[in-house]
């Protein structure tokens, strides 16, 4: 007998099967209130594009402190999630990157998170791509250096 044949062994598995169902029930769970999250998110956007385009809201940027291309998503409580926080994670985050890599991750970043928000598209790809490529050659060259 193998041990998934022996009456232990079934209990384990469906105790197994069991938290899985359950870790796969909680994700869908979140998935759903995030996308939840989004839709209101999207129609709170149009809403203020409308009204901006009726001429109802005259927001003033601040192109220094608070520029719309880094600006990825803001919360229900209207709490802004710029570019900066995501990069700020991934590059102080559990295993902290050196120098220059750390920079060339950043920028890699940067680009993607504002894709078609400030320059173009296409250009943004490019120099997303560019600082990648950098980030590659660095570990190439010293792969002890993450």
Same mark, same amino acid.
């Given at each position: 007998?193998?041990?998934?044949?022996?009456?232990?062994?079934?209990?384990?598995?469906?105790?197994?099967?069991?938290?899985?169902? +359950?870790?796969?029930?909680?994700?869908?769970?979140?998935? @759903?209130? +995030?996308?939840?999250?989004?839709?209101?998110?999207?129609?709170?956007?149009?809403?203020?594009?409308?009204?901006?385009? +009726?001429?109802?809201? @005259?927001? %003033?940027?601040?192109?220094?402190?608070?520029?719309?291309?880094?600006?990825?998503?803001?919360?229900? @409580?209207?709490? %802004?999630?710029?570019?900066?926080?995501?990069?700020?994670? %991934?590059?102080?985050?559990?295993?902290?990157?050196?120098?220059?890599?750390?920079?060339?991750?950043?920028?890699?970043?940067?680009?993607?998170?504002?894709?078609?928000?400030?320059?173009?598209?296409?250009?943004?790809?490019?120099?997303?791509?560019?600082?990648?490529?950098?980030?590659?050659?660095?570990?190439?060259? +010293?792969?002890? %250096?993450?």
């Amino acid at each position: 007998m193998n041990a998934f044949t022996e009456p232990s062994g079934i209990n384990e598995a469906l105790s197994c099967t069991a938290r899985l169902d +359950a870790a796969i029930s909680d994700t869908n769970q979140r998935l @759903s209130e +995030a996308r939840g999250r989004q839709i209101m998110a999207r129609e709170k956007a149009r809403a203020i594009l409308d009204g901006q385009l +009726a001429g109802e809201i @005259s927001p %003033v940027k601040d192109m220094v402190n608070r520029p719309d291309h880094y600006t990825v998503l803001t919360s229900h @409580s209207g709490d %802004v999630i710029e570019a900066r926080h995501i990069i700020e994670a %991934v590059i102080d985050g559990d295993t902290p990157m050196p120098g220059m890599l750390a920079h060339d991750i950043a920028c890699t970043l940067k680009y993607l998170l504002r894709l078609g928000k400030k320059d173009d598209f296409h250009q943004d790809l490019a120099k997303s791509l560019k600082y990648l490529g950098w980030a590659v050659q660095r570990i190439e060259g +010293a792969p002890d %250096v993450i």
